[in-house]
């Protein structure tokens, strides 16, 4: 299993990003996924997660409204389309999948939210 995230970097407040994963190694379209965050000195913690088929999406209450996750299966890819970015929205982004019993993280993109 290989998680490759990408589309971090450096926003102002207010501002945009779309973050991909890109997932091999497992049938993709059979397993949910989900974007965690870790931000300095902080716990990681769980933004979004979707379903198989991307019919049901989880936010956490940070996040809800501003994020939004999505899925392309033909792909093998999970997105996560963030809005109105914030100063505490700065993290590294971790792309996770539970496949076979085991967790598997993707290697992180940051995201920093400055002026």
């Known amino acids: 299993v290989q998680l490759v995230e990408s589309g971090g970097g450096l926003v102002q407040p207010g501002g945009s990003l779309r973050l991909s994963c890109a997932a091999s190694?497992?049938?993709?379209?059979?397993?949910?996924m989900s974007w965690y965050r870790q931000a300095p000195g902080k716990e990681r913690e769980l933004v979004a997660s979707?379903?198989?088929?991307?019919?049901?999406?989880d936010y956490a209450k940070s996040v809800k409204g501003r994020f939004t996750i999505s899925r392309d299966n033909a792909k093998n890819t999970v997105y996560l389309q963030m809005n109105s970015l914030k100063f505490e929205d700065t993290a590294v982004y971790y792309c996770?999948?539970?496949?076979?019993?085991?967790?598997?993280w993707g290697q992180g993109t940051q995201v920093t939210v400055s002026s």
């Open positions: 190694g497992f049938t993709f379209s059979r397993y949910g």
């Open positions: 979707i379903s198989t088929a991307g019919g049901s999406t």
């Open positions: 996770y999948a539970y496949v076979a019993r085991l967790d598997y």
